[in-house]
């Protein structure tokens, strides 16, 4: 069987982009699976499908013909393969096994956390392989544990239910995952995500290395950014919505031997309306919010949203403050973050110089194809 799609579907597809969406698709099966896509220009790639689904071709394999589940599991081994190094050299890290689309496996996220894996499966067509997956998995890692969380909201619309379980070994109720110079509990169960924002790894250990009297980790989640900071900074204030988080948080200031970390429960636009107010000053202000922007229709409430929380937070730094500062939604583009940014300074009457841009870890592989793939921006900005 086989899926047929439009001119423009096709056109996607040879530029290598995977999405082919329902008003594109032709033809196709009655069932969700793997299956090869074609137009009127021959075999186009292998896909994962869904009827149901909005995103109804998700394309792992671009003019392959071989076996579409043989050629997927190789896509896994391969993206195993190119994490083995790090796991080797850091066995107590975490790290992300397989980014979706990055790693050529759409809809398919596995997160490695010191031996224990985090699996998450978000389309219908690959739900009846988790067994499959899971086997190789086991083969290729030999996991203490490997966890199904699939609570993600976005499942819903593959038609899937919501659940957590295990799918092997017993999945204890934390891990302790060592990170640079700290160490940090990650809920595999019950924390978001599956269990820490890995893709700010690298950020936070370049945090290490600045030294001062008081920093303020907005959108902390579990003292991520805080733990980093509390090693070169008197005082260090982690601040988010979560109570949850933030007591996992005073837990990891726990597990450091760090007493200078305070948490602090509090809506972040409300907290810097405050602080501003009473002209609290920091030397270094990280703020790493949730994708503001989960749609192109929220863009400009989202710009409106992150341009607010950092000209707040350049009015709390004193001249030679950081302003570490992130974006995690692909929807508010590289461009468009750096200009929010610039029109904060502006507004704020700063001078803010660049001192590096970076982005997601290198376990978050980027397909220049499918600008999806890039989300995460993160500037270290001096204000002046
Ligand atoms: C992207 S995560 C932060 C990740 C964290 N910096 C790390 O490196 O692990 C966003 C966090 O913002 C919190 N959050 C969401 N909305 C919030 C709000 N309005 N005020 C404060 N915290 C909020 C969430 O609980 C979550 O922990």
Sequence with gaps: ?????TSRGAARLLAHHPWVYRSDVLEGPDRPGLYPVQSDKGVLGLA??????????????????GRPQEVLLENLRKALERRKAALAQEPEGAFRLVHAEGDLLPALVLDYYAGHGVLQVGSAALEPLTETLAELIQAELSLQSLLAKNDQKSRSLEGLPLQIKPLRGS???????REGAIRYRADLLEGQKTGAFIDQRDNRIRLQSFRGKTALDVFSYHGSFALHLALGFEQVIAVDSSAAALQRALQNAQANGLTNLLAQEANAFEFLREQEKRGSQYDLIVLDPPAFAKGKRDVERAYRAYKEINLRAM?????????????????????LFYQMLAEAAADAHRTVRVLEKRGQGWDHPVLLNVPETYYLKFALLEVM
């Design 171 to 177: 999945v204890p109720p934390f891990v302790m995952v």
């Design 315 to 335: 009015k709390l730094l004193p001249s030679g403050g950081i302003l570490a500062t992130a974006s995690c939604s692909h929807h508010l583009s590289e461009p």
């Design 1 to 5: 069987m086989k899926i047929r799609v």
């Design 48 to 65: 994962l499908y869904n009827p149901a689904s909005e995103i109804t071709v998700r394309v792992f394999s671009f003019g392959d013909t």
